[in-house]
């Protein structure tokens, strides 16, 4: 079945400083990536969609400044978090999509900010 | 647009019991609706997935879920609750056909289930 790698796990970092993370498909290619932001005990919210090549799709609400992402191949998409901020702490989920495996989603990761 | 309400942000069953977590969804075009699983600190897993077809989809580690458009409901069963299955259960709707360009996912709120031995 599909994988998707997302690095790191687990990052902690002092505020101010940028964060980037990872999101790989392994065994296939991602026409379309996704990254989502989860608070505690809630629903994922969607922060941008990406599309190899393109510039990513901020949803209503989400600073694109502060959340760059780049999708540069189709088996790699990065989100980095710039100048973070303690509020910037949570779980991050990158999701990709193609058209035999539908989406796959990357196992998290959670940022702490100092 | 499309959305989806899941009914009980918190379910509890004995081991061996019946498990149900309800979903109904809003859409205006037939939808691709699908259940996922979160365990703590981890990404989702595809549990099951209805596109066409048979409306009772079959899913891992037994679970299965009934897409019944006349109830606009696609709720998820398992006959027996394993202590495993504690998790965190999310339904997800999106338009059919994965026609060109992003087709979000839309999730619903989510639902912890809670297994009591």
Redesign the interface.
Known sequence: GAV?S?HP?RVICKSGTSVKIECRSLDFQAT?M?WYRQFP????M?MA?S?EGSKA?YEQGVEKDKFLINHASLTLSTLTVTSAHPEDSS?Y?C?A?D?VY???????T?LTVV | AQSVTQLGSHVSVSEGALVLLRCNYSSSVPPYLFWYVQYPNQGLQLLLKYTTGATLVKGINGFEAEFKKSETSFHLTKPSAHMSDAAEYFCAVTKDKMVQGAQKLVFGQGTRLTINP
């Not at chain 1, 005990?41 to 994922?44: E, M, T, W």
């Not at chain 1, 539908?102 to 998290?108: A, C, E, L, N, R």
């Open positions: 998707v997302q796990s379309t996704f005990k809630q629903s994922l969607l969609t599309n799709t779980f989920i999701s999509r058209q539908g989406y796959t989603f990357g196992s998290g959670r």
